[in-house]
């Protein structure tokens, strides 16, 4: 089922929201809400136009009570993020359907990322494949290649994982992460004709840029095909990659070939620790701003996100290309953190991609030919309550940065079992040209228009 991507505004309409918006955030500011005015952004926003660059960011499972919780610990309740400083801001809906195309009202993060990266609703688990047949649908990033920019892909799960992988792969389910992962996937096996893995599939595609997690995925063996008998990494290798592993690898990866970044095993270690949410609350807790399991040697996201923006320049700038490049990042433990109902993992990962949006402003600062969208694939289960609630789930009372206590309450599953996301639409907010597609309610699949016009893809 195709999801059309047509507008509920007209181009006028958007225009007149696009002002208001532009003069309540320049109020904003000047009421000291710490943002800058940004009228001036929001006119440029208006005009709509071609975009050099698309950098999309990604909080998985960041809906907005995820933000204010963020925003409350780190920089006070009158405070405001990097991301709450768009020009521009509206909600999308982020539903799945179900494989006759009727709705699926709470998505999982495959689902929800084949929304924005081929404009088309699937059923949960599968990755980039319509949710009836089966069959491939193309993604931005490969209608990007495929129109002459440079591609990235930056997370803090594996590489494999779900929102990295709808961009570069398209398999019946997100669990067929490896060649030795392939059991739920028998038709996308290299042995049936199929494309392999998403491991395989991702470096397949020459992917310029993919930083994350997972080098457990990428040391499994290649069963079939060309490379029968490598490790994906080999292949990768032979595919003219550098592969890196750390910090220092990182900064002195070049330009020349395409780079491809294991951090972890699995997914890459938090930054933050804490207690974890309890039956009856925890005692008032400050969040420990350290891991001890997260070496020291581990690139933080807006590291990733800092290379991975100078490596995509420098390959279209050593082409000589008047096209840039598409580049998605994500900060994928706010969600892994929600399920656990982990508050100090969640907040750190969240303030961790706040400094990954910090990084992508900056450089629109500087090209301001570059559409910035930032936006969550679903909603997720944290809520802050009064202290005086006594939730049935789990809760968690924290003293923020500003000295107060705040309660944070986990109850979407039976206390033991993982919480779960919730089908609430979630927040998009987005700046350069085409940005005034994101006002007022769109859906999941009109980021990929959003993007595919910017870009002026075909």
């Known amino acids: 089922m195709h999801i059309p991507s047509r507008r509920h505004l007209t181009i006028a309409g958007a225009v007149v929201a696009a002002t208001t918006a532009a003069v309540a955030v320049a109020s904003a500011s000047a009421a000291g809400a710490g943002a800058s005015d940004t009228t001036a952004q929001a006119e440029h926003a208006v005009k709509g136009g071609k975009a050099k660059n698309v950098i999309l960011l990604i909080g998985d499972g960041m809906g907005d009570s995820e933000i204010t919780l963020a925003r409350d610990y780190t920089v006070g309740a009158n405070g405001r993020l990097n991301m709450d400083k768009f020009p521009l801001t509206g909600t999308y809906t982020t539903y799945a359907v179900h494989a006759d195309g009727s709705p699926d009202y709470v998505t ?47 997370t803090t799960a594996e590489v494999t994982d779900a929102t990295p992988a709808a961009l570069a792969s398209h398999v019946t389910d997100r669990t067929c992460q490896g ?50 008998g490598l490790t994906v990494t080999e292949q990768a290798r032979k595919l003219g990659y550098q592969v890196v592993t750390d910090r220092a690898s990182l900064k ?54 800092t290379k991975a923006l100078q490596l995509l320049e420098a390959k279209q700038q050593a082409k000589q290309s008047e096209k840039g490049f598409f580049l998605q990042i994500e900060g994928a433990s ?62 968690s009372t924290l003293v923020t940065n500003e000295g107060q206590q705040l309660k944070v309450n986990y109850s979407t599953n039976t206390p033991g079992q993982p919480q779960e996301h919730t089908g609430t639409q979630v927040r998009i907010a987005a700046q350069g040209p085409q940005a005034y597609r994101v006002l007022g309610v769109t859906n999941q699949t009109d980021l990929f228009t959003t993007i595919r016009k910017a870009l002026r893809l075909h």
């Open 108 to 154: 999982d993060s495959a689902a929800s990322a084949s929304g924005w990266a081929t404009g088309t609703k699937t059923v949960n688990g599968r990755l980039s494949k319509t949710p009836g047949t089966d069959k491939a649908v193309p993604t931005v990033l490969e209608l990007a290649q495929k129109n002459g920019y440079a591609t990235g892909s930056v």
């Open 179 to 228: 060649p030795a992962d392939m059991a739920k996937c028998p038709s996308d096996t290299i042995a049936a004709g199929g494309p392999g893995s998403i491991a395989e599939q991702s470096v397949n595609h020459k992917v310029d840029v993919l930083f994350g997690g997972g080098k457990q995925r990428f040391d499994q063996k290649v069963t079939n095909g060309k490379f029968k």
């Open 252 to 305: 002195a990866a070049n330009a020349g070939k395409p780079v491809l970044g294991l951090f972890a095993p699995g997914n890459v270690p938090v930054e933050w620790t804490g207690k974890a949410a309890a039956v009856g609350g925890t005692d008032p807790q400050r969040c420990v701003t350290a891991n001890p399991e997260r070496p020291h040697s581990t690139p933080s996201l807006a590291d990733s996100a």
């Open 334 to 395: 706010i969600d892994k953190r929600d399920h656990a109902a982990d508050p100090c993992g969640q907040i750190g990962e969240t303030a961790a991609f706040d400094r990954a949006v910090k990084v992508a402003r900056e450089y629109a600062a500087k090209h301001p030919d570059t559409l910035v969208v930032t936006t969550a694939d679903h909603g997720h289960s944290s809520q802050i309550v009064p202290l005086e609630a006594t939730p049935p789930g789990l809760s």
